[in-house]
């Protein structure tokens, strides 16, 4: 049983590009969480996403940021016009239905890196 | 705001010493979770301790909740230079359903 799958691992833009990032759900999960990791920190919430519902986005910007998990197909974290700034680690997490949603656990991806020169 | 902090920030240990790291969050919480991170990887869960849980252990992992304190502590025995990385704890409180809130991490070196 495959994890949680991101790519790319590693992403470079330049300023004012836009950066795709997906994210694979474990098999049977229909809970995708994104989170974003700056150096030396610890990851940040972004958004929450069930199948084709956006749940919870308040920890992601209001500009440039969007977020979507469709019927078919991955989570998809799409940031315009990057800027220095968005550089970080990007990890997406996933979760069964009901109970391990509201359990808490979730399980993690490798992360993707994305450098904005 | 950040919900957890963990303390110290970096600690560098002998292999085959104990390795203590604390955790202080400031809301109710429902679990506490504690991951590690390899250098430049994702992370990996280790252990979940709920909060009507004082202690919990898995392999040579001992995790303490003292939900009075509102603190946690992870304990690594008999440390290994593979236990080299970053360990985050994580709370999900009663009010969110899903979120997890991480601290910014404790680095631990194991020199072998």
């Known amino acids: 049983n495959a994890g949680v799958m991101q790519n790319p691992r590693h992403l470079v833009r330049r300023r004012g590009q836009e950066a795709r990032l997906r994210c694979s759900p474990m098999k049977g999960h229909s809970h995708v969480y994104w989170y974003r990791q700056l150096p030396e920190e610890g990851l940040k919430f972004m958004v929450y996403l069930q199948k084709e519902n956006i749940i919870d986005e308040s920890g992601m910007p209001k500009e440039r940021f969007s977020a979507e998990f469709p019927k078919e197909g991955p989570s998809i974290l799409r940031i315009q016009q990057v800027v220095r700034g968005d550089s970080a680690a990007y990890f997406c997490a996933s979760s069964p239905a009901v109970q391990g949603a509201t359990r808490g656990e979730q399980f993690f991806g490798p992360g993707t890196r994305l450098t904005v020169l | 705001s950040q919900q957890g902090e963990e303390d110290p920030q970096a600690l560098s240990i002998q292999e085959g010493e104990n390795a203590t790291m604390n955790c202080s969050y400031k809301t109710s919480i429902n679990n506490l979770q504690w991951y590690r991170q390899n250098s430049g990887r994702g992370l990996v869960h280790l252990i979940l301790?709920?909060?009507?849980?004082r202690e919990k252990h898995s392999g040579r992992l001992r995790v303490t909740l003292d939900t009075s304190k509102k603190s946690s502590s992870l304990l690594i025995t008999a440390s290994r230079a593979a236990d080299t990385a970053s360990y985050f704890c994580?709370?999900?409180?009663?009010?969110?359903?899903?979120?997890?809130?991480f601290g910014a991490g404790t680095t631990v070196t194991v020199r072998a």
């Open positions: 301790i709920r909060s009507n849980e």
């Open positions: 994580a709370t999900k409180k009663y009010s969110d359903d899903y979120k997890l809130s």
